[in-house]
């Protein structure tokens, strides 16, 4: 599924999913998109796949997948990938399955959180890249 065809993640009793919203003492760096775990998901840009990742230290079955162009970086999370690392991906093409997070936060809006840094490595929100592929 594209991203850009997920609804935004309303709040929840874990907070909200627009970029910036409160994470306690934190911002949210990215944009929640709802779905159901298994949805497939397809890659925001083209690019090559710079980092299958981790984003809980304590927990290794979660997944993320970065994707990199131009010197921005691409990460969509609560994936499990099935693309590796150095690969080279076409916008929309298949890159993994979203994963469900009820194991680890009971009652969240099941969801892939999508973020975007550039190339001074400061995180950017990433609302504007949705809205302009909806077109």
Do not use: W
């Not at 969509?76 to 690969?87: H, K, L, R, W």
């Not at 080279?88 to 194991?103: A, H, K, P, Y």
């Amino acid at each position: 599924m594209h991203l850009y065809e997920m609804p935004f993640r309303r709040c929840d009793g874990h907070g909200c999913g627009g970029f910036g919203d409160s994470r306690g003492a934190r911002k949210h760096n990215g944009v929640d998109l709802a779905c159901r775990p298994g949805t497939p998901v397809n890659s925001p840009v083209s690019g090559r796949v710079t980092k299958l990742g981790y984003p809980y230290g304590d927990d290794l079955s979660f997944r993320y997948v970065e994707i990199s162009t131009n010197g921005y970086r691409y990460r969509v999370f609560y994936v499990e990938p099935t693309v590796a690392e150095g690969d080279e991906v076409s916008r929309d093409s298949f890159i993994g399955q979203s994963q469900s997070l009820n194991g680890r936060y009971s009652d969240i809006t099941e969801h892939v959180h999508f973020e975007v840094m550039n190339p001074a490595g400061e995180i950017v929100d990433p609302t504007p890249i949705i809205f302009a592929q909806q077109r």
